[in-house]
DNA sequence: AATGACTGGACAAACGGTTGCGCAAATTTA
DNA sequence: TAAATTTGCGCAACCGTTTGTCCAGTCATT
């Protein structure tokens, strides 16, 4: 009732030093195994459990991963968490979350806050402006690693596990390109994300390989917010040439598109037809949704994210033998288009 | 560059005891001036962070919270975890999370786990099938504080937060009485379930208050599975009277509803109406929004119950007052209905 | 019987910080 | 000027566990 039982309290009743029963309950091969039963069979009675605090203390660990992410709300993270939580539990390791709800300074608190924490490892996806990297440089001199999923930064020297947007924006275009839509418009996302630049590269191969020439003022940036997807189609639909597909940068950025399209007074599927990427599961009960989307296997980059952390943690992975691990995204086509 | 420094290692420099310095850096009244700025100064020139896991040992506290819900994809509970994310930063606490994928067995592992890593208190929204309470009974003799948030468990005695769902019925009937509606069907959650019940009063009451009678068989119990859903919607479409509006259970029980109503060839809106809860974001994108939905107020539901249970551990509530908090649900009209 | 190798366990330090108590010097009070 | 009080700091214990080292007894070997 009032304390815990310890080691110590164990020690005490059977007349031996808390190391004894240290290494009995440990299995030590130096223990008699007289004196480790007796010990194991006290410590089921008291209902004796460590004191983890304690082996933290002592063990400079904590069994605990960071978790840096920008909204939960977003179904790829919550999808991608449980891959991470899921991966963690398996190695016993809990999971402390922060959300920088796209908010740089917000970010680095959270960071400060977790390595005060004493984290052991860090899994992180970048805010959407985040371009100033001197956060996570500082936790190398308290050698805690971190693994970047998805929103990752752009410089060398980092561990990641990423889609590449390349194959997936390929499959799109091309599918557009021979539904017979040679006008495609393309709503990008902020230009110095690599996720932009990789739409851009596949959308420019998928029209090399049937030698269309890539048009890129048909290619525009957005901030992602719905103004900034509404100004984007504005510019697209007020293009010289008649824009008959788009491709839009994820799911949410695909709705607010459709919907001024709608207000346009134009048909969906008809005048105009959209791809996006995301995959989401709630597109089923879309009015509009994509002709097809790009799934980014989110549950999937979690899990990578995760074992890589944890190798780095156990020293299988050197920490500075980067790993950096590309998953392909693949285009998955409504069902019944 | 190899240890972070210490308060030892201050102490040593400035030929002063360990404990003066961590006085010092407490700004303690007992240390002079001149030698409490001396510390303070070198420390910040050490760039020293006092060793949290040091703290928390000695201290018994940890400033961590557990957070254990069924499924953060589910936008009620991703919505939720914000609320209590930014009301335990504010304290400096942070927040651990556990997923029990609504599965008993998990939770109660997830409990355990928690304990052990001596969270020092615990949010808990319960899986869909736990009818047994002792893992977090268990937690009394731990002095480990719990408040329940949304899904509660059906025992005396507990802290905790969750939404009447009376209120916000009484406003969607009385709704679609206002509009004409006299027959309405209800497609409601499992019988056990208090929320389910509460739905069922809240129909009465509206009916009682329009003087018109409450017609049980119009009350259905389905298990929210599409096929439940499915199942209900057909009893109710054969009923002998005409159904003319439905109030579903949730959102997304609303859109399979929806779904099998239109494939029987009803006109939404005109042969049929719909009004369910939850009031998620991404119904502004459905197809068939509900005319109405019943807002739970998720984030307001998590900050509440966060800070219930921080006025718990700091004592400003006593353990043995439970305080159990109702927040009333609301009825949300769709923009333009 | 003496030497050596094991066996089983105790002792103590260490992890980093906090805190009650004691004590000398400085200052105020009578 | 002596006594009382305050000021400023050091000493040491403590939180619970792990781990390197040391010691005493037991056994086997020659």
């Given at each position: 009732m009032p304390n815990p039982p310890t080691i110590k309290e164990i020690a005490k009743r059977l007349n031996l030093a808390a190391s004894t029963v240290s290494r009995a309950l440990h299995d030590h091969p130096r223990i008699g195994l007289r004196t480790r039963l007796k010990v194991q069979e006290l410590a089921r009675e008291l209902q004796y459990e460590p004191n983890q605090t304690a082996i933290f203390f002592q063990q400079k660990k904590t069994f605990t991963l960071g978790i840096v992410l920008p909204?939960?709300?977003?179904a790829f993270f919550s999808a991608a968490i449980s891959g991470i939580e899921d991966t963690a539990n398996k190695s016993n390791y809990m999971v402390l979350l922060g959300q920088s709800h796209d908010d740089t300074e917000r970010e680095q608190k959270i960071v400060e806050i977790m390595k005060n924490h004493r984290v052991d490892g860090l899994l992180v996806s970048l805010a959407?402006?985040?371009?100033?990297y001197a956060h996570f440089e500082m936790l190398r001199k308290y050698n805690i690693p971190v693994v970047f999923f998805?929103?990752?930064?752009?410089?060398?020297d980092i561990h990641y596990v990423a889609s590449n947007m390349e194959s997936g924006t390929i499959q799109a275009v091309s599918l557009l390109l021979q539904r017979g839509h040679r006008v495609i418009g393309m709503i990008n996302?902020?230009?110095?994300l690599i996720a932009s630049q990789q739409r851009t590269t596949g959308y420019q191969k998928a029209m090399q390989q049937q030698r269309l020439k890539y048009d890129a003022s048909l290619n525009v940036n957005a901030d992602l917010t719905k103004e900034g997807t509404r100004n984007a189609m504005q510019q697209l639909l007020s293009h010289k040439r008649k824009v008959t597909a788009i491709v839009a940068f994820n799911d949410y950025v695909s709705q607010d598109a459709v919907q001024y399209a709608v207000e346009q007074g134009l048909e969906i599927n008809k005048d105009i037809t959209f791809v996006s990427y995301a995959n989401l599961p709630i597109s089923s009960y879309m009015a509009f949704p994509p002709l097809a989307s790009v799934e980014q296997y989110p549950y999937l980059q979690g899990q990578k994210a995760t074992e890589i952390l944890l190798e780095l943690l156990s020293g299988k992975?050197?920490?500075?033998?980067y790993q950096q691990t590309v998953i392909d995204s693949r285009l998955v086509i409504a069902p019944g288009r």
């Open positions: 909204e939960l709300s977003e959407k402006n985040t371009v100033n998805d929103r990752i930064p752009n410089m060398p996302g902020p230009e110095k992975l050197a920490a500075d033998r």
